[in-house]
């Protein structure tokens, strides 16, 4: 098994309508029959309409001709949302999630809903690696890192709480983008914790994850929640990138240590200024806090589902509620707490003590497990989101195993849009298409 | 016992300086001496120098020639700063806190520190109540409320995290204001509970507090937390007032009933829109919020000194910690969570759908307690805290004790200033002054 289309990207669909050589239906039309094709196969969608989507015709709007998938936590009007749950099944939400809106107001056609693992946790759902079907896309946006990756979607939404986003789209060998807290508004995307949750997206190029964020960048009354870090002082430019002697998560791979060494010397024989650092210690404290943090507030959310029906949520989920449920409020308060100072002084250790425009840092330990009960180690990732700090995946190579390895930039808080602007100079250095087109051939 | 003093207000000593009838230091030095001379009888000092502060000399400075006295879980840096605690004798802060350091700089001189309750929690102090020794003045800013009402200073400092600035100031006949939630910053402040505490004022007349409440508005990246509530959308002058048929904290008193009906009738009189509103359903149950959210945050702060040394802290004290430490996670995540959208829901009640510039409400059940052991109920004031709005108490009138009663003035988020400035046009009318000098007579 291996990728199945080769979608256009953004920019290339933009390119084209510009030129007249093509019609946005044209491009849903692909999109929704390579999605129905690669189910046998990939698994990538919970949901596809029995005929291809109604596609909005104006093919100057900025999204015209781009066929979207949406992971299954994400409200959608005209299709079902079940959180890949059983007690859910057959849920019709009223109305859009926001950022659905937003996408679908920009000219955006969605064209299914994708495989979350269930309630967006760790419960694996049926998608399989692209590159290689006996390994995990990794989670819990699994469907949506795979569609992107097959090349059946240019974009598709997915949600981060730990490393939902970072880590599949490092598994699937493609761009992932999770913003700012606070940046995308979450209204009609099934909370898993408020304190951690975040709306991200999916893309072969980091310029379409750049030119899409500008769309659907937003605050909504209805999702008050804001970034830690008020203030935004911090301009990137000359390209000073910090790397890791201690990943925050732990333990790496020896083929994700070179293959970011690697980069590395690239990106500084073509000018970067790469400094050796040394993550605040408290930071290797966050994917712990993240997780109590996650614990309690998934236990809010689902706990009475748990307590009705348990028959009908994983054995994963229930333990994650009774955790939650077990810890005092005394320890909640006391990590909520220290959240923001914590996303304060990291800011302030980045962009003042180490002036740097990004951090390097792995965004799982290598390669994806195999099989597909275990969607990876989220630790990599857990601790910008817990700082609320954006954070992409930009893919590098493939690993002894033939799955992809990715490299996480991490940037401070606000400044999503410049930290997309490094990783795009990031990209063309990585040699990944190069690999792609080695491994097609 | 009675007053024993007649402190200018802030805006009598401007005047006189202004017209070089008098120079700061000598309103300092009466102010202290008047301090010192309370002592054996009110107790509102838990620290005064042994000579007179010395004086800011600049007679053009905002606050020059204004004596201040300070709350003692209020920073300062030439006095102890000891919050009545037994393990906490002779500590002797570093610096002085924020709000002091804008007063200072401001030209207002610290005349000494005043007696808090315990933690600014319930263990009382030995202030009495300046109209009666027999009566509580209040808690937990028990000396600044009563050093205020016993014209020995006009501003006192204070703290409020359920009701500690509006209920003292309406039991000793004074006005005390409480800004929005994040208006002053609270870094060099004892914290109770950080999701609740206020730094708030007390004056004799509401336009010294407005006029102060310029000088020390501001945020500190120390003090992060901003209100719950981002958006202004209100503008005040019609003085349209909402009366309630069922006041928040329970039932009150007759005679605190009846002097509210005066006053508001006194002020349709006068030309405000006095409408019967009933609060929304939700406000009734933030009591009991503020108080679980209270304690579990005084259980961090104060949860290790309890366990180490025990027989220095209060039962009171000790209760509400074993109360914090009880809670589970989920119990003050769900609370903390309701707490700013619930803050949205009523700013868009009062503002939209009522219309309202203000809510005209009980400060506490009525004249304040017999006795010294009880401060009384906060439940009065415990709404407006916990939804971070600004208040301010207004006195009234004698109650059948000869005890003084006050209005609590409710305003929109934000709009501490247009609060104040119909409290101005309501004190006018309350007929207070004259029930003082008739008293006096």
């Known amino acids: 098994m291996t990728l199945f289309n080769q979608a256009p990207t953004i920019g290339e669909i933009r390119a084209a309508l510009a030129a007249g050589d093509a019609t946005p239906a044209q491009y849903v039309s692909d999109a929704y029959e390579a999605a129905r094709h690669s189910q046998a196969t990939l698994h990538a969608f919970c949901y596809l309409p029995d005929t291809p989507p109604d596609t909005f015709v104006d093919a100057t709007a900025p999204l015209a001709g781009v066929p979207v998938a949406v992971k299954d936590v994400i409200d959608t009007a005209d299709m079902p949302t079940e959180f890949?749950?059983?007690?859910?099944?057959?849920?019709?939400?009223?109305?859009?999630?926001?950022?659905?809106?937003?996408?679908?107001?920009?000219?955006?056609?969605?064209?299914?809903?994708?495989?979350?693992?269930?309630?967006?946790?760790?419960?694996?759902?049926?998608?399989?690696?692209?590159?290689?079907?006996?390994?995990?896309?990794?989670?819990?946006?699994?469907?949506?890192?795979?569609?992107?990756?097959?090349?059946?979607?240019?974009?598709?939404?997915?949600?981060?709480?730990?490393?939902?986003?970072?880590?599949?789209?490092?598994?699937?060998?493609?761009?992932?983008?999770?913003?700012?807290?606070?940046t995308i508004a979450r209204t009609g995307v099934l909370p898993l914790a408020w304190s951690l949750d975040h709306v991200g997206l999916f893309a072969r190029r980091v310029a379409d994850v750049a030119y899409v964020l500008k769309l659907v960048a937003g605050v909504d009354v209805a999702d008050p929640h804001a970034s830690h870090v008020a203030a935004v002082a911090h301009s990137a430019g000359k390209r000073r990138i910090g790397v890791l002697s201690k990943q925050a998560g732990g333990a790496i791979e020896p083929a994700q240590q070179a293959a970011l060494d690697v980069l590395a010397a690239q990106l500084a024989r073509d000018g970067a200024e790469i400094v050796a650092v040394d993550l605040p210690e408290e930071v290797f404290a966050t994917p712990a806090y993240a997780l109590q943090l996650m614990a309690v507030e998934a236990a809010i959310t689902h706990g009475e589902l748990v307590e009705r029906t348990p028959e009908l949520v994983s054995p994963a989920m229930r333990g994650l509620v009774d955790e939650?449920?077990?810890?005092?409020?005394?320890?909640?308060?006391?990590?909520?707490?220290?959240?923001?100072?914590?996303?304060?002084?990291?800011?302030?250790?980045?962009?003042?003590?180490?002036?740097?425009?990004?951090?390097?840092?792995?965004?799982?330990?290598?390669?994806?497990?195999?099989?597909?009960d275990y969607t990876g180690d989220a630790s990599f990732c857990a601790p910008w989101t817990f700082l609320g700090v954006p954070a992409v995946t930009v893919p590098m190579r493939f690993g002894p195993s033939g799955l992809p390895l990715g490299a996480q930039l991490v940037g401070a808080a606000q400044n999503g849009a410049g930290l997309l602007a490094l990783a795009e100079w990031v990209e063309a250095r990585t040699g990944w298409e190069d690999a792609v087109t080695q491994r097609r051939a």
Chains 1, 2 share one sequence.
């Open 324 to 372: 939650g449920r077990k810890l005092p409020a005394t320890t909640y308060a006391r990590i909520k707490a220290a959240q923001m100072p914590m996303a304060q002084r990291f800011h302030a250790w980045l962009t003042q003590t180490m002036t740097l425009d990004a951090l390097l840092v792995a965004p799982a330990t290598g390669e994806p497990p195999r099989g597909l």
């Open 84 to 182: 890949n749950s059983a007690a859910y099944k057959g849920r019709r939400p009223e109305r859009d999630a926001w950022v659905v809106a937003r996408l679908r107001a920009a000219g955006a056609t969605v064209i299914g809903k994708t495989v979350t693992t269930e309630f967006a946790w760790r419960h694996p759902g049926p998608t399989v690696n692209p590159w290689n079907g006996a390994f995990t896309p990794g989670g819990s946006s699994s469907g949506s890192a795979a569609a992107v990756a097959a090349g059946i979607v240019p974009l598709a939404l997915g949600t981060q709480t730990q490393g939902s986003v970072i880590r599949p789209a490092a598994y699937c060998g493609i761009v992932g983008f999770k913003p700012t807290y606070g």
